[in-house]
């Protein structure tokens, strides 16, 4: 009875292992190059698949993985002659791993979870040298209306001098050209506006005890000692003339 419980497990396996190679073989059999252009859309993968790299890693040099569910980008390094990169609507995080790659020079991170600008800043200047692209939108780590309603063009021109101050090579950034003048002023007073976050640990174990105050027109000083007060303003401008407010209950005759 053993045996034939042994034997039946090892079909599945057996049965498993063709199936999942079966699936590779078609998505192998579908994904074509041309003129070093890949593109894998859509594909729901939360990681990039081994058999791209494996496959069309040495002849790729521009790579499209957007819209599926990128956590990661193990599997990344093995396209070494890789210079453009669309990674839009992912699911990259501040955590993810950012490969070395020499020749890159195209990024776009359109909509993924990416918060830590200043992280995310540190991963490309050190591991995409040539980079001279780079796209943010969606992220809130671009301040802009697509990730934050409360932010205006105010924050989305400074969230552009300090990432053009950190990326000098930088010839496009976002959906803009990157202008000389605009770059002047980013080496200018770019180091002025990075934004510091305080540590997570500074705010634990502190609670809140005020209670909010309602809102009163009454001075709280007033409030407090239990008294009723009221308040005396100085009007800047008044009106005698026969249409003023108090005018009205009184005859012409009486003008």
Do not use: W
């Amino acid at each position: 009875m053993a045996d034939q419980e042994k034997e039946v497990s090892e079909e599945k396996e057996i049965q498993n292992v063709h199936e999942n190679g079966n699936q590779q073989s078609e998505d192998e059999m579908r994904i074509e190059v041309q003129d070093g252009q890949l593109s894998f859309i859509g594909r729901d993968c939360d990681s990039i698949p081994p058999f791209l790299a494996n496959s069309f890693g040495t002849i790729t040099t521009r790579l499209d993985l957007s819209f599926n569910r990128l956590s990661n980008l193990q599997g990344l390094d093995d396209f070494h002659n890789l210079e453009e990169l669309v990674l839009d609507n992912n699911e990259l995080s501040d955590e993810a791993v950012v490969p070395r790659l020499p020749k890159l020079h195209t990024l776009s991170l359109n909509k993924n979870k990416i918060t830590n600008l200043d992280l995310l800043l540190d991963k490309l200047s050190q591991n995409f040298p040539s980079l001279t692209y780079l796209s943010l939108l969606g992220n809130i780590a671009c301040p802009n209306q697509l990730s934050c309603l409360d932010k205006d063009e105010e924050d989305y021109q400074r969230y552009r001098y300090y990432v053009l101050y950190r990326l000098p090579k930088l010839k496009f950034l976002d959906s803009t050209t990157v202008r000389e003048t605009e770059r002047g002023e980013a080496q200018r007073k770019g180091q002025f506006l990075k934004v510091m976050r305080p540590p997570e640990a500074a705010f634990q174990g502190q609670e809140d005890d005020s209670a909010p105050i309602p809102y009163s027109p009454l001075p709280h000083a007033d409030e407090k000692d239990g008294g009723k007060g009221g308040v005396l303003g100085v009007s800047k401008y008044v009106y005698y003339g026969r249409h003023s407010e108090g005018n009205r209950f009184i005859k012409n005759q009486d003008l």
